[in-house]
């Protein structure tokens, strides 16, 4: 059954399993945003909830990806070769794959936010979805890039979504700078080994902006060719 719908959807389009599975890591990482609420609120519940939504959401973009390498033809008769679509491919998955390990680090111990910290990490999180669903505009472009066989004015267009991923994503950098720096303030106050897995937090999450970006490189240096 699995085999003859993709084998179906690539017959209709090649890039649709790609956007399918883009979608999948959206909705991975949007959850993020819920599951961060119910951690800064103190929630064990509701995080504990989410953060399950997001290990089963993760596992369904890899299943995805699996399933798309494996049916993927090896000619795609088309302008864009087969190996631009698995690194493509490859760089979305690692997206979910941030959320999930964000969302494990933070429950697995139990972290908990300094108060002065938590609008703007919550801040950071939204800024990160925001770049994973740019990410994916610019996927959902593929379909009527191939249509117009790369033409300029719809390469013009995805070069304009790219270029406000890469903003967003300078964004997220300036945010992290921001909470290290109120991290700093904080570390004579709290305990040496929650300031160590704070940062890595800050960091990782932050790391969730910068592989939504390398899908759009990836986008960029296909539109180059």
């Known amino acids: 059954m699995t085999g003859s ?21 959206v909705s991975c990482v949007s959850e993020l945003i819920p599951f961060t609420d119910a951690v800064l609120a103190g929630d064990e519940q509701s995080r504990s909830r989410h953060h399950q939504n997001i290990i089963a959401m ?16 090896s000619s795609l008769f088309m302008p864009i070769d087969r190996r631009d679509v698995l690194e493509v491919l490859t760089m979305q998955d690692l997206v979910a794959g941030g959320a999930r390990d964000v969302a ?5 111990r139990n972290m908990r936010f300094p108060e002065s910290m938590s609008s703007n990490y919550m801040a ?12 994916y505009i610019a996927i959902k472009e593929l379909d009527e890039l191939i249509e117009t066989g790369f033409g300029k004015t719809e390469r013009e267009r995805v070069g304009g979504l790219l ?22 303030k904080l570390e004579d106050e709290l305990h040496p080994v929650n300031v160590m897995f704070l940062y890595k937090i800050i960091d990782n999450t ?19 060719r």
């Open 104 to 108: 494990g680090l933070i429950s697995g």
């Open 58 to 73: 993760e596992k369904e973009a890899d299943t995805l990806k699996k399933e798309l390498r494996l049916q993927l033809p």
């Open 124 to 135: 950071l999180v939204q800024r990160c979805n925001d770049a994973c669903a740019q990410a």
């Open 163 to 184: 270029h406000e991923l890469d903003e967003i994503e300078q964004d997220t950098d300036e945010q992290q700078v921001v909470l290290r720096h109120e991290l700093f």
């Open 206 to 224: 932050g790391g969730i902006a910068d592989r939504a970006q390398r899908v759009g490189s990836r986008l960029q240096l296909m539109l180059a």
């Open 5 to 25: 719908y993709l084998s179906g959807i690539f017959g209709s389009s090649p890039v649709r399993p790609l956007q399918e599975h883009m979608e999948k890591v």
